[in-house]
C-alpha cells in the first residue's frame, strides 16, 4: 500500500485561515473535530454520515395503565415496538409515533394514540417532547378514536365519545387544582408519575408501577436522558482497518466519541504508545497523532473525532486478524476502551485504499486498486458514497459534502468477479473545519 497522504490538524487549519476571517478560527477548538447528531448513517462500505449516538432516534417501549377512581378507565397503553404501533424519539426531544391502547386486536380496543404532528392544543404547550436534560416530558398526546375517521378532522358524537376529547396531557394541573407529570428516573431508568386524561374517561395515566412501565428500548439512550444533565455517559467506536501482507507503512485512523447524553464533557485518549506482535511476526505501534490532539469535546448527543497513528509492518501469509487492540479513554471519573480490529490480507490478495483519509471539502481523493498476484485480465467498475464511479486501477473524486466517504470496486477476471471494499474510508470537512454535519 502507497503512504497515505496525511493533512494533520494543523494543516487544515492553515488552509482554511485562507477563506474564514482570523478572529473566527480563534474562537473555533481545535481538540478534534465536532459533528451534530442529525443522523445519518455510520461509515463503512454504504457512506454517510457521523450521526449522533442516542440522540439520534431513541424508541420507547412498555405499558402505561389508565384508571380512575373506581372506573376502570381506558386499560393498558402499549407504546411497543411493534410492526403497528411505536413511540420514537429524536434529538430534540419530540415525540412521534402511536401508542395502542388495549390489547393486539381492534375487538375490545380504544386504539392508537398519536405522538407529535398534532395541532389545536386545548392548553399550553404543544406536541408531546422529552427534555433530555431534565428529563421531563411535557405536551400533549391525543387518542384518534374520538374521531369519526383517522386521526384529525370531525369528532365522533358526544355521547360515543363519553365527553372526552382525546387529548391527554404529559404535565399540567387539572380542573380539581391537582399537579401532576411525567419524567425519567435514573434509579429504576424508566418514566415514572402520571399523565391525564379526562375526568370522564381516561383518568389518571400511571407510567410505572410494580409489574409495569415505560423506558427506552437501548441503554445507550437510557444513559442520553435526566439526572439534571448530570447522567453524561459516552461510546468509542473505531473502524475496522485492513492492511496488507508484507508492508511496513504508517497510517492515521479516526477514532469516533460519541455522547450518550444530554451533558457536555471532554474525552481523552489515555495511552502513550501501544506496541503489539502476534505469532505470525506482525508488529504495530499505535500512537497519537503527531500534532498530538489528545482530546475533543462531543456536543450532547453528538460526536467529535481524534486520531490515532498506526505504525505496521507485516510479513508474507494468508489473510488473518490482529487480535483486538483496546484503546483507552477517560472522561474525569468514566473510561472507556475502544476496539480496533486489524484484519491483514492474505498474500497477492486484491485491495484498494485512498491517497488520504481525511480532507477538506472539494479536495481530490485518488482511490487504487491493487489487484492482487493472480487475476488474469482484470477489469474494474468503481462505486461509492456521492455516486463514485469509473474504470481503470486509478480513480479521482472531489467530494462535495461533509462526512465519512466511502467506495468500493468490483473486479471482473478471467476466473469470475469480486467486489472489494476499500480501507480506510475518508473524512471530509468544510473549509471551516468544523461544520456540524
Known sequence: MKNLKKINQKSLFFIAGVFVVVAVLVSLNLSGKVFGATGGGGGGAGGGEVDGGAGATCTLTGFAWSGYENRSGMGWIGFGPQNNFRVDVDSNGLLNGYAWIGDNTAEGSIGWVKFGGLSDFPGQGGNAKLDWESGELSGWARACSVFQNGCSGTLKNDAYRGGWDGWISLSGTTADGDSYDVSWNSGTQQFEGYAWGSKEVAGWISFAGSNY?????????KSAVGDGGGGFDYSVDIETLIIPSNESNTVEHPVKISNNSSSVREVSLLFDVINSKNNFGDELTITKTKDNTTSCTPPAHGSCLLFIEIEYTTVNGSRRSFSTQNIPTQSEDI?????????????????????????????????TVEPGDDLKNPSYEWSGSEELSGEGKNVEKEYSSTGIKSASVKITHDAGEQTIICSPTVLIFSDILFEHL
Request: proline fraction near 5%; aromatic fraction near 12%; charged fraction near 20%.
Open 335 to 367: 473510561k472507556r476502551d475502544g476496539k480496533l480490529d486489524i484484519t491483514i490480507l492474505g498474500e497477492g490478495e486484491a485491495y484498494c485504499y485512498p491517497d488520504r483519509s481525511f480532507a477538506l471539502i472539494n479536495t481530490p481523493i485518488t482511490w
Open 213 to 221: 412501565g415505560v423506558t427506552f428500548t437501548t441503554n445507550t439512550c
